[in-house]
């Protein structure tokens, strides 16, 4: 594998615990600032969203420049949006700092899984942009947890303070390890329009919306879930996350593997299939940490899959627009985010945690509906 993949590999693991870390902090962030969980729940909200509106935006005004320069340039600003996280004296100032950090995500993450789509042969596209996407399942597994466990033990503002000395250290290795010079073709209106008119891709956009959107019911709100539900305390959270995020980094290689092997499609509609089943597991085992390991064991396994499998078929659907697709699936999965945070926060106050995971469950079942009508379409 070209070792240049592993630098844009770091890049997404400071972004994917920055992105992931905050689902963890919550009770301790709303304490401070004086605001309910519900409430602290939607700085996943606002970052997606920024995220989502930002990536089609970001691909398109940087697209002329040198790659290696837009990556610096996304790991920077995600660093001064982490410092300025960690400094907000209020509510609305986090979530503007949160607005940033999910820009500055835009900017690295479709560009780095673009670079590394480039970078291989077709047949080893799979497992590249698995290794690469991978940094977040690698955040998952260390950031993660880590992030949460120095978040609750030590302070939410001292943890994100550690992520932006983090993101620093990660744009010194990207500078040296990625080659300038590095172009890939521009994205315009005309190319945004003709990917959105190649066959499949808009309900391939749409599987990765609902999958998502589904997940995120819960996983916006996980850490009061594990501990109002699952009854765990901070080690505890701490130690559930870990193996979730060790179940992810698993099932997100053994994807890339199988797309190569098996195709896409079927990937898809496999890892699609037990995200549901896992999250509907979940119902009944409040008090019960075992049993609800289990489940997450499941849910992690099959949940990281998924994009690494969906960004492979996209590319299989429109290889000549892989430049447009991919920041436009990474924007579809960020308003998927965003979606399924603010669907999560009106289970919360209306519903419970505990409902959570049948509200996500049922959702992650249409975007199954939707990838095997896209597969009938276009098999893959």
């Not at 401070?32 to 089609?56: C, E, H, K, N, R």
């Not at 697209?63 to 996280?85: H, I, Q, W």
């Amino acid at each position: 594998m070209d070792p240049r993949l592993f630098y844009l590999t770091l890049g997404n693991v400071v972004i994917g615990t920055g992105t992931m870390v905050m689902s963890g902090i919550l009770d301790p962030i709303a304490a401070d600032l004086g605001i309910t969980v519900s409430a602290a729940g939607q700085v996943t909200t606002v970052y997606a969203l920024a995220f989502a509106l930002g990536a089609p935006v970001m691909a398109t005004l940087t697209g002329r420049f040198d790659r290696s320069k837009v990556l610096a340039a996304g790991l920077l600003l995600f660093a001064v949006a982490s410092l300025l996280s960690a400094l907000a004296p209020t509510y609305e100032v986090l979530m503007a700092a949160r607005m940033l950090g999910g820009l500055a995500a835009a900017i690295f993450s479709p560009t780095a899984v673009a670079v590394a789509a480039s970078l291989v042969p077709p047949a080893q596209r799979g497992r590249a942009i698995a290794l690469v996407f991978g940094g977040m399942t690698i955040a998952s597994v260390f950031g993660v947890p880590l992030g949460t466990w120095v978040g609750l033990a030590l302070g939410w503002r001292e943890m994100l303070a550690g992520l932006s000395v983090a993101s620093l250290g990660a744009v010194l290795a990207l500078w040296w390890g990625v080659p300038k010079g590095l172009m890939l073709p521009p994205a315009s209106l005309a190319r945004w329009g003709a990917a959105l008119r190649q066959s499949s891709v808009g309900l391939l956009l749409s599987v990765t919306a609902f999958q998502i959107g589904g997940c995120f019911v819960l996983f916006a709100f996980f850490g009061p879930y594990l501990s109002g539900v699952t009854g765990l305390a901070t080690e505890g959270i701490a130690g559930m996350l870990f193996v979730f995020g060790l179940a992810s980094l698993i099932g997100n290689f053994a994807a890339g593997w199988a797309v190569d092997r098996f195709g896409a499609g079927r990937v898809t509609h496999g890892a699609v299939a037990l995200t549901a089943l896992s999250l509907l597991a979940l119902m009944g085992t409040a008090g019960q940490p075992v049993a609800a390991g289990l489940a997450i064991i499941l849910w992690g396994a099959t949940v990281f899959g998924i994009n690494t499998a969906q960004q492979a078929r996209l590319v299989e659907a429109a290889p000549d627009y892989a430049t447009v697709i991919l920041p436009a699936n990474s924007s579809i999965l960020f308003a998927g985010q965003a979606l399924g945070a603010a669907l999560g926060g009106v289970v919360v106050a209306w519903g419970g945690l505990a409902v959570l995971p049948l509200v996500g469950g049922l959702v992650v079942l249409v975007a199954l509906g939707l990838s095997l009508r896209a597969a009938a379409l276009r098999p893959a």
